[in-house]
């Protein structure tokens, strides 16, 4: 079955600290592979994407992704976090989208 | 700055009456996906289109819902009757092929 695990529900942080975001897929074609944002009330925003090439996928407003085939995962990183990226994390696999759960990521000043 | 816009933006209505959700894609793309969200179920895919063609709505609801492009600057989704456990928020997206999506604000159904 296609699925998405994102195994962190609720992530706490220091501004200034470093962020790792975990998601693992189970998909059975082409690989094409998403991260979205979700601001407080607001819609959701890609930040990154990759479909092919260079596994280190450079994305918006500093974050980036590394797409890891042999452990089926696009762990999403930003190696320093401010207030501003307080928001809801999903990963996502697939052309129709398959969603994980989130990650709510709480950025304390 | 092109954008998917959606209305209404809240809408509460009461159980059992008929809901239309609106969708406006971002002028040239040929796929439109309707999107539900809740706390319990996270974000579900409920239909996709292809050049206005319907090509999936397995995640829909066939007995009350349903998705429709009337044109290519419109796709609704409606929900006839609706019900508490229909209150979410509906997620339009709309992109120039399969693979990237750019979703509209959402309507937040309240169904009482």
């Known amino acids: 079955a296609q699925s998405v695990s994102q195994h962190n529900h609720h992530v706490i942080l220091s501004e200034a600290a470093s962020l790792e975001l975990g998601c693992n897929y189970s998909y059975g074609g082409t690989v094409n592979l998403f991260w979205y944002v979700q601001y407080p009330g607001q819609h959701l925003q890609l930040l990154l994407k990759?479909?092919?090439?260079?596994?280190l996928v450079k994305g918006i407003k500093g974050f980036e992704a590394e797409f890891i085939k042999s452990k089926f995962s696009f762990n999403l990183r930003k190696p320093s976090v401010q207030w501003s990226d307080t928001a809801e994390y999903f990963c996502a696999v697939g052309g129709k989208l398959i969603f994980g759960q989130g990650t709510e990521l709480s950025v304390k000043p | 700055d092109a954008r998917v816009t959606q209305t209404p933006r809240d809408k509460v209505t009461e159980m059992g009456q008929e809901v239309t959700m609106r969708c406006q894609p971002i002028l040239g793309h040929n796929t439109v996906f309707w999107y539900r969200q809740t706390m319990k179920q996270g974000l579900e895919l409920l239909a996709y289109f292809r050049n206005r063609a319907p090509l999936d709505d397995s995640g829909m609801p066939k007995d009350r819902f349903s998705a429709e492009m009337p044109d290519a600057t419109l796709a609704t989704l409606k929900i006839q009757p609706s019900e508490p456990r229909d209150s979410a928020v509906y997620f339009c997206?709309?992109?120039?092929?399969?693979?990237?999506?750019?979703f509209g604000p959402g309507t937040r159904l309240t169904v009482l």
């Open positions: 990759y479909f092919s090439g260079d596994p």
């Open positions: 997206a709309s992109g120039p092929g399969q693979y990237t999506q750019y």
